[in-house]
């Protein structure tokens, strides 16, 4: 059984930086595709960042590019995003997905594995 378990989310005041974690568990990830998404209260699930297996490719959402790194390491099976400058928009429940056929990085459907998720919540 493929699990996901995030970490790292909590209260920060604007401004103030957060690294989230995601440990990986129950298969073998080699190949797959790992992606952090957040989901507003009142919102859809939106993308916020991707990394291909080999870590050699990211990519971001345009409203976290330069504020937000997407990392991994895949001898603990375990992927990271490191948010700085935090905005109260920035406020979700942040989720780590895994997929190993992604198509479009972005559409939440394309991911066969999910997290719980982790409230960030940033004050003004």
């Known amino acids: 059984q493929v699990q996901l378990v995030e970490s790292g989310g909590g209260l920060v005041q604007a401004g103030g930086s957060l690294r989230l974690s995601c440990a990986a568990s129950?298969?073998?990830?080699?190949?797959?595709?790992m992606a952090w998404f957040r989901q507003a209260a009142g919102k859809e699930r939106e993308f916020v960042a991707a990394?291909?297996?080999?870590?050699?490719?990211?990519y971001y959402a345009d409203f976290v590019k330069g504020r937000f790194t997407i990392s991994r390491d895949n001898a603990k099976n375990t992927v990271y995003l490191l948010m700085n400058s935090l905005k109260p928009e920035d406020t979700a429940v942040y989720y780590c997905?895994?997929?190993?056929?992604?198509?479009?990085?972005?559409?939440?459907?394309?991911?066969?594995?999910w997290g719980q998720g982790t409230q960030v919540t940033v004050s003004s």
């Open positions: 997905a895994s997929g190993n056929q992604v198509v479009v990085m972005s559409v939440p459907a394309w991911y066969e594995y």
């Open positions: 129950g298969g073998t990830f080699t190949n797959y595709f």
């Open positions: 990394i291909t297996w080999s870590g050699s490719d990211t």
